[in-house]
C-alpha cells in the first residue's frame, strides 16, 4: 500500500484571535490537498498559538487556560478533515482530564468524524514543574485505511521501547509531532527518530514549531524542521530521509510512504533488525 503524507513547519506569531488561529490552520490543509495528501502532521504545542490572544487586562492567557479552546479546536480540524477528505494529525493540545489533571494529547482526525487521541507518555521537566501536567498512562495504535500509525511525542520518541510496543502492536508508521526551543533539543528528537526506524523498520514523520510567541512563557524561541524518515536499507535512501524541510522556515514537507517496502526489508533485507530481535536476552513486547 502506498499513501501521501505531509509535515507542517507551523510558524508561531502572536495573534489576537482564534480566527486568525482557523485561517493559518486552514491554509496548510488547503496547501497539503493541493499536493494530493492523504495524512498531515502538525507540530507538538502549537495551539499554544491561542495564549498570545490577550485577556481583558492586555495580558497573555495563562497556560491553564489552553483546555477552553479544544471544543473550537476539535471542531476545526474535525471540518477541515471532512472538507478535504484527509486525516489530520494535528500535533498536541493540552486538555483536561478527570480530577483537573492537564494532559498533553495528540488527536488524530478522520474524515469520518472519528477522533482519535493518545497522551503524551514521557514529560520533559518544562512540562512537569512549570506547566503542571500529568503524563499518558497507556499506549494506543489507531486503525486507519492506510494501515495502523501510532501517536508519539517529541520525548517519547527518545525511549526505544514504547515504539517497540507500538511495533509490536502492528504499527508501520510513527507520527512524531514535537516542539523544540534550541539545537540540542531539536537533534535530541531527530537522532532518536532515525534509530526507531533502524531498530523497527518504520516510518517516521515528524515534525516541530517554528518562528517565535514573544507573549508566551518557554515559547519565546523554536527551533524545527519537518522530516519524513525511512529505514536505512537499500530501497529507502541511503541517509534515510524521504523528504526534510529547510530548518526553520515556514513550509510545507511531502512524500509517498510504501507499506511494502517496510514487509520487504523485514523479510528480507540487509539487516533484519525487527526479525534479529534476541528475546531470549532482554523483554520482548511482541
Known amino acids: 500500500m502506498k499513501y501521501r503524507v505531509a509535515a507542517v513547519q507551523y510558524k508561531l506569531a502572536d495573534i489576537s484571535s482564534f480566527e486568525q488561529f482557523a485561517e493559518q490552520v486552514a491554509h496548510y490543509v488547503r496547501n497539503a490537498s493541493e499536493y494530493g495528501t492523504q495524512f498531515l502532521l502538525f507540530p507538538e504545542f502549537f495551539t499554544t498559538q491561542l495564549l498570545s490572544i490577550s485577556d481583558s487586562s492586555g495580558k497573555p492567557l495563562s497556560f491553564d487556560k489552553l483546555p477552553s479552546f479544544t471544543a473550537a479546536y476539535e471542531e476545526l480540524f474535525a471540518k477541515l478533515a471532512a ?3 484527509m486525516h489530520i494529525v494535528a500535533g ?3 486538555v483536561e482530564v478527570e480530577g483537573g489533571k492537564l494532559r498533553n494529547v495528540a488527536h488524530l482526525f478522520h474524515p469520518d468524524g472519528k477522533i482519535d487521541r493518545q497522551s503524551k507518555i514521557h514529560l520533559t521537566p518544562t512540562e512537569v514543574s512549570d506547566w503542571a501536567m500529568s503524563p499518558g498512562e497507556g499506549l494506543e495504535v489507531f486503525q486507519t485505511p492506510y494501515g495502523t500509525i501510532a501517536m508519539l511525542t517529541c520525548y517519547d520518541i527518545e525511549f526505544p521501547e514504547i515504539v517497540r510496543m507500538a511495533r509490536a502492536k502492528g504499527a508501520d508508521v510513527i507520527f512524531c509531532p514535537s516542539c523544540t526551543d534550541d539545537r540540542h533539543g531539536f537533534y535530541r528528537v ?3 527518530a532515525h534509530a526507531r526506524t533502524i531498530e523497527n523498520q518504520v516510518y517516521v514523520v515528524t515534525t516541530g514549531t517554528v518562528g517565535s510567541l514573544r507573549k508566551v512563557d518557554f515559547m519565546r524561541a ?3 524542521q519537518a522530516a519524513i524518515l525511512s529505514p536505512n536499507d537499500i530501497p529507502f535512501p541511503p541517509g534515510g530521509i524521504l523528504a526534510e524541510g529547510i ?5 510545507l514537507v511531502v512524500a509517498d510512504l510504501d507499506l511494502k517496502l517496510l514487509e520487504d526489508v523485514r ?3 540487509s539487516v533484519t533488525t525487527w526479525r534479529d530481535r534476541r528475546t ?3 523483554t520482548d513486547w511482541y
Do not use: K, P, Q
Open 280 to 282: 531470549d536476552l532482554y
Open 83 to 85: 472538507e478535504y477528505n
Open 190 to 192: 531527530r537522532y532518536s
Open 92 to 94: 498536541t493540545h493540552v
Open 267 to 269: 523479510s528480507a533485507g
Open 222 to 224: 523554536n527551533f524545527g
Open 247 to 251: 530548518i526553520n522556515d515556514d513550509m
